[in-house]
């Protein structure tokens, strides 16, 4: 990945543009075209098919530098690059060249559907089916809580084709958003966070053919999984972004800042509020480390690491930009500065790729089971 490039972007379209964004509650797709050119959307693509083949420990630096100057737009960027990935790997190399080099473009926009209204967390009992009928499946169902939703032009439906089988029976789709038969709804009003496009669909008699499957039963599920695993470290790091901007916002505001004939930065208790949170920070940092490691490894315990780490980083950063917004005063309220923004996106990151709740699930089962 070209540092300067991805820093150019940053500075050039995220940083000036992204309190407008929030304001407006949608980004423009010329925004993904530009990170197209960055190379923002081809970064676990092999380098045979234009991308940067990045280990998930690059990605984590990647993502956190974007999470810097906005967590949803970051976000956005974690299923489009895992939708290109899968394409690349996964596909007949007819579906890798109708939809890969506009994928890598960023005039395609991706997206995962995998969460249901009545199904969030267990995801093996999604009730979205896909019935075989000749030589065309018929996709019927509704997902919810989709990144992208408001703007995806190509999705991967997981939907359920032996009824009953559960996560055995679970395949991957590859649907057009604008194929006959497939609704966007609205996007969510949210507290914040609104780059990540997030919404749902809702799926009507769908045609597809053969060549969308794109994975099959016994496969689609065991792949969703290790995806969501991949995206809770990237959660992770986008947590540590938003943490260390708030940390330098308030740094900057303590040196800067005079009350009562003294700087702030030389009142004790401010001091270390702060220091709590740089530690915090680091420990997210490095948890995070751990769980990019073991996937980049293949441990056979990543998944307890990912958990950690996720859990971790999401109170941490959480607890810290609300320490942070306390330095500023009501004057962290306000739009011109960024701390409500990163904290809406501190809560998002609770839910997102499993909730704060699953991964206690996890590393309890870990621990007692």
């Given at each position: ?20 964004w ?27 098919d ?5 280990s ?27 939708l ?27 997206a ?100 969308q499957l ?43 800042r ?7 930065a ?23 480390e ?19 780490a ?6 941490a ?18 739009q ?8 809406a ?25």
């Amino acid at each position: 990945m070209d540092e300067a490039r991805l820093a150019q972007f940053i500075e050039s379209e995220i940083e000036p543009n992204v309190a407008q964004w929030e304001r407006d509650r949608h980004v423009p797709m010329e925004i993904f075209r530009k990170a197209g050119q960055a190379g923002l959307c081809g970064l676990m693509l092999p380098i045979e098919d234009g991308g940067y083949n990045l280990s998930l420990q690059e990605l984590v630096s990647v993502f956190e530098k974007l999470a810097y100057s906005d967590m949803g737009f970051a976000f956005a960027l974690v299923p489009h690059n895992n939708l290109a990935n899968a394409i690349a790997r996964q596909a007949t190399p007819a579906v890798k060249s109708r939809y890969l080099p506009q994928l890598l473009s960023g005039d395609v926009i991706g997206a995962f559907l995998l969460t249901e209204p009545e199904v969030g967390s267990d995801a093996s009992r999604i009730t979205t089916t896909a019935e075989l009928n000749g030589d065309r499946w018929f996709l019927n169902g509704e997902k919810s809580w989709v990144t992208n939703s408001n703007r995806a032009d190509l999705l991967r439906v997981y939907a359920q084709t032996e009824p009953g089988s559960g996560a055995k029976g679970i395949a991957a789709f590859l649907v057009d958003a604008d194929q006959v038969g497939v609704t966007r709804t609205p996007p969510y009003d949210m507290l914040g966070a609104h780059a990540t496009g997030a919404g749902g669909f809702v799926f009507t008699q769908v045609e597809l053919q053969q060549e969308q499957l794109l994975s099959p039963a016994g496969v689609a599920y065991p792949a969703a999984m290790n995806a969501i695993g991949l995206a809770r470290v990237l959660v992770a790091a986008l947590c540590a972004g938003i943490l260390q901007r708030a940390l330098d916002d308030s740094v900057t505001r303590l040196i800067q800042r005079h009350a009562f004939g003294q700087r702030l930065a030389d009142k004790q208790g401010l001091r270390w509020m702060l220091a709590d949170v740089a530690t915090d920070l680091n420990a997210a940092r490095g948890l995070t480390e751990i769980a990019a490691r073991s996937i980049d490894g293949d441990e056979s315990d990543s998944i307890i690491h990912t958990a950690h780490a996720k859990k971790f980083a999401a109170r941490a950063a959480t607890r810290g930009i609300e320490q942070c917004m306390q330095i500023f005063g009501a004057d962290g309220l306000l739009q011109r500065h960024p701390l409500a923004r990163h904290l809406a996106g501190a809560k998002m990151a609770h839910y997102l790729d499993g909730s704060t709740e699953v991964q206690n699930l996890l590393i309890s089962k870990a621990l007692l089971d």
